[in-house]
């Protein structure tokens, strides 16, 4: 059961197009992360937003913790075949060890 | 310098077989994940590590999957008597932080299990 929901699904758009990725949840967590993932690879983290309202810029990327620390938005600005991979944002809880709660994942084309 | 490794990178096997899925964490990491990841969806927990002691196997699915870390680094993640549903990709993570309490964690490629 994953508790957190990721909007949209899929998601294909040209290069230099702007678009962004939603992570909703019910709970609240301690920490969000943002990993993205290509084929036959492991998640790689991207960002780690630990405060509510927090806002982490990451070149082109924007990350968002919501105030309530329940959701979180990736907005990518003009957008590359580069980053063409699966978003997946993670929940965690303050269980004294960093057990991850992965969102069910955004899958992003970006066609030149 | 070397990241975390897993293997085989991929196996098939068929229903009812065992199989044994190995993890190689960054040297001096104390802390070991394992992560199930049916295709299409993100990864879930299945159980973690503090050196050897196995301190979290909640999401373990079912008393047919065992993990052990005798020695605190390489760990093996064990399946028995497969079946279909088994089949995903299988992920290992490491972090050097004892507690593993806001550390990054730093995945391996996976292993991709295929259960026919």
């Known amino acids: 059961t994953q508790l957190l929901e990721q909007s949209p699904q899929f998601l294909s758009i040209q290069e230099g197009e702007n678009l962004t990725v939603y992570c909703n949840s019910s709970?609240?967590?301690?920490?969000l992360q943002w990993y993205r993932q290509e084929p036959g690879e492991g998640p790689v983290l991207l960002v780690t937003v630990v405060t509510g309202g927090e806002v982490k810029k990451l070149k082109r990327l924007t990350f968002q913790f919501g105030d309530a620390r329940k959701d979180s938005s990736l907005h990518i600005t003009a957008a590359q075949p580069g980053d063409t991979g699966l978003y997946l944002c993670?929940?965690?809880?303050?269980?004294?060890?960093?057990?991850?709660?992965f969102g069910t994942g955004t899958r992003l084309l970006v066609s030149p | 310098g070397a990241g975390v490794s897993q293997s085989p990178r991929y196996k098939v096997a068929k229903r009812g077989q065992d199989v044994a899925l190995r993890c190689d964490p960054i040297?001096?990491?104390?802390?070991l994940f394992w992560y199930q990841q049916a295709l299409g969806q993100g990864p879930e927990f299945l159980t973690y590590f503090q050196n050897e002691a196995q301190l979290d196997k909640s999401g373990l699915p079912s008393d047919r999957f065992f993990a052990e870390r005798p020695e605190g680094s390489v760990s093996t993640l064990k399946i028995q008597r497969t079946q279909q549903e088994d089949s995903a990709v299988y992920l290992c993570?490491?972090?050097?932080?004892?507690?593993?309490?806001?550390?990054?964690?730093?995945f391996g490629p996976g292993t991709r299990l295929l259960v026919l």
């Open positions: 040297s001096g990491h104390v802390s």
């Open positions: 993670a929940g965690a809880k303050n269980t004294g060890f960093q057990k991850l709660v």
């Open positions: 993570a490491s972090s050097l932080d004892r507690q593993g309490d806001r550390e990054t964690q730093y």
């Open positions: 709970s609240v967590f301690s920490s």
